[in-house]
């Protein structure tokens, strides 16, 4: 079992960059699959970022490809997500997950476990 925390969300203006962290606790945090999700106000939770066991393998959403980077620190148990070039239609609750499969899934229906989330606010 694994638990999660995020922080670094904010307020921050349009073109910005913000850096997100999720802290996990759990001595086996190197053999899940990290994801990163974010659920605007009356929207459905949708899917931002992935990356594998080994940080080797990612994939993005369309929508963030070329701004957001997610990367993981083993050692420390904790994923990040940089986002720069922030746009308005960023803001959102982000939150991370984890999964125990070595897919990259984009579903949120796969992820078992959950942070409380953090709030990015992008203002024009």
């Known amino acids: 079992q694994v638990q999660l925390v995020e922080s670094g969300g904010g307020l921050v203006q349009a073109g910005g960059s913000l850096r997100l962290s999720c802290a996990a606790s759990?001595?086996?945090?190197?053999?899940?699959?990290l994801g990163w999700f974010r659920q605007a106000p009356g929207k459905e939770r949708e899917f931002v970022a992935a990356i594998g066991w080994s940080g080797r393998s990612t994939t993005y959403a369309d929508s963030v490809k070329g701004r957001f980077t997610i990367s993981r620190d083993n050692a420390e148990n904790t994923v990040y997500l940089q986002m720069n070039s922030l746009k308005p239609e960023d803001t959102a609750v982000y939150y991370c997950?984890?999964?125990?499969?070595?897919?990259?899934?984009?579903?949120?229906?796969?992820?078992?476990?959950w942070g409380q989330g953090t709030q990015v606010t992008v203002s024009s």
């Open positions: 997950a984890a999964d125990q499969g070595v897919v990259l899934a984009t579903s949120s229906r796969v992820y078992d476990y």
């Open positions: 759990g001595r086996t945090f190197s053999r899940y699959t």
